[in-house]
């Protein structure tokens, strides 16, 4: 294990079962202080189940937890007090107005007030909130009451900020400003842990990511090492192309064809290179019709449908 300094979250062996259920499996895996981490991984992996168990909500059966150096088990309260969440379910008030709910939460966590409603209102108007500021939160879409929830954890410049899917049904620009808003925190030593299905978000904006699947972790580290690690280059190929064609295409030294269409085929390969004249004989020998062919690196979501068990 890394240095406590250095670590904001330390899971050790952990198991969880919920009846005949095995939610975690002996996981094992640290987030390292002032971070922005992923939590990825197919519905079932445990992903939820872990951030439970973090926050001190839900015990585990055997293992060890640490987070902000303090245990789970026994101090979850604590824990909780130095962390800001947002929820994939509202946390608000549907009935009171968007002013109401975030005044109320700045009295709830002992913020001071005068300073928290200045930067409140700031935040509304980055997020775009400022013309809905007395509207009751049932009259929100599900975007605006997103980050309603959001503006409120911000207020805090907590330690810890966990958020489930923060930017499901958020607008582009909104997100941009999330992520910007994170960046400061996380430079500030605020370690972010984000459940998240958005792939080309995580790959863009996360410092590591954790792929979980059926309790255990499949593999962490950065989004583009990850994508490195599990394969090699990409050929896609574009054009007209028979049915027939596959059973001449799929037995190429050094490309494995990945995807086939009737207008596009796309193989793996360690050695793009050398395998691509072989892939455009066959192809020539076949009387396809080519119009176009690139290279590129295997993308993080591709990584991560391989690492899940994909096709």
Known sequence: MT??????????????????????????LEVPKGSLVGLVGPNGAGKTTLVKILLGVTSYDSGQVTVLGLAPRTQGMQIRGQTAIVHQRSGVDAFLSVWDNVQIYIRLRGLEVAASETKARELLRDFGLEKVLQQPMIMLSGGESRKVQIVRALLLDPPLLVMDEPTASVDPESRRTLWSKVRQLTSKG?????TTHDLHEMAAVGDWAFVLKGGQLVRGDTPRNLARLVGGDVIEIRGRFSDELRANITEIPAARL?????????????????????????????EATISAISIRSVTFEEAYVRLVGGK
Do not use: M
Not at 258 to 286: G, K, M, Q, W, Y
């Open 190 to 194: 605020t370690t972010v842990l984000w």
């Open 258 to 286: 990945i995807r086939h269409s009737s207008t596009e085929l796309v193989f793996e390969s360690n050695s793009p290179e050398a395998a691509l004249p072989r892939v455009v004989a066959v192809l020539h020998d076949c």
């Open 3 to 28: 240095s406590n300094l250095t670590v904001a979250i330390a899971i050790n062996d952990v198991w969880k079962k919920y009846g005949r259920v095995q939610a975690l499996a002996g996981l094992t």
